[in-house]
């Protein structure tokens, strides 16, 4: 019985676009449901998504500043960081469409461990690669109040200098127009007007209430998903996390594909979509 349930999901998943037909019974999914699949693999390694069949990539990967993931070393050196960000950027333009978008969530700059210009080196890695640049978009957490850093307080000596904001980098593959997909935008002229201003006002999410170390408020991949694609299109997280990408997708009608290295992880994001989907 579990292994006719195991054949029926993989050829359910071969027929969702944008996913490959797992190479075994012990390679489906570790949650599928409706428009929603979640993989529990390695990002660098994983075969499960096709080239050039995403339409937008939303992620927060790691920002190594020493977080306690389960399953991740959060604490690298800067060289080895930036060496890893652009094997996975790297993968992520292999995997977007022509006219495939890229919303990077990353830190502005972070001096813990020594300052370093995190945004401007990512995006100068990103551009290497082959992602154009499009804009940035200042997401301000309005969190000034859990500032506990300042360097040489009241002195000139050696101040630290910090903005309370992450921000969300807009990359774009070949081409910024977009006729593929739908066509059907789904966002208000009310959401259109506020969100085309670059800068955001809106809090972080509750690692207490999330149950993990570094989630993003569902308010941030909502606002991407209904800015920059269509009803239906394919949404990936490589970095998937909490499953926070996965609720916008499935509150926005949109195929979301997941991918997370830890199984906590993807149970703790299965148990959000499952509660989610569930009828009210």
């Known amino acids: 019985m579990e292994a006719r349930k195991k054949k029926k999901i993989a050829r359910e998943i071969q027929s969702i676009p944008g996913t490959v037909h797992p190479k075994s019974l ?51 050196s800067y060289e080895d960081y930036l060496a890893f960000t652009r094997k996975w950027i790297a993968k992520c333009f292999a995997l977007a469409r022509p006219e495939g978008r890229f919303c990077l969530n990353i830190p502005l700059d972070k001096n813990k461990g020594g ?90 999410e509750s690692k207490k209430r999330i149950g993990h170390p570094a989630p993003f408020p569902v ?14 299109d394919i949404v990936l997280d490589p970095f998937l996390g909490s499953g926070t990408t996965l609720v916008a997708c499935a509150e926005t009608q949109r195929q979301g594909i997941g991918i997370e290295i830890d199984t906590h992880y993807c149970e703790l994001a299965r148990q959000r979509l499952t509660r989610f989907l569930e009828p009210h």
């Open 219 to 232: 308010e941030l991949p909502r606002r991407c998903i209904k800015l920059f694609t269509f009803v239906g």
């Open 26 to 76: 012990e390679a489906t999914p570790h949650f599928y449901q409706g428009n929603a699949i979640i993989f529990n693999d390695d990002f660098l390694k994983t075969n499960f998504v096709k080239d050039a069949t995403v339409d937008l990539i939303i992620t927060s990967p790691p920002y190594n500043v020493d977080i306690q993931y389960i399953s991740h070393n959060d604490q690298m």
């Open 115 to 204: 300052q370093q210009s995190v945004c401007a080196d990512i995006t100068t890695i990103a551009k290497q690669v082959g992602w154009k640049y499009h804009s940035t978009i200042i997401w301000n957490e309005q969190n000034i109040s859990r500032r506990t850093a300042w360097g040489s307080w009241l002195s000139a000596s050696a101040p630290f200098v910090i903005a309370p904001v992450e921000v969300i980098v807009v990359l774009y593959k070949e081409s910024w127009k977009k006729t593929s997909g739908s066509k059907k935008s789904d966002i208000t002229r009310d959401e259109f007007m506020a969100w085309t201003n670059g800068v955001w006002n809106f809090s972080g």
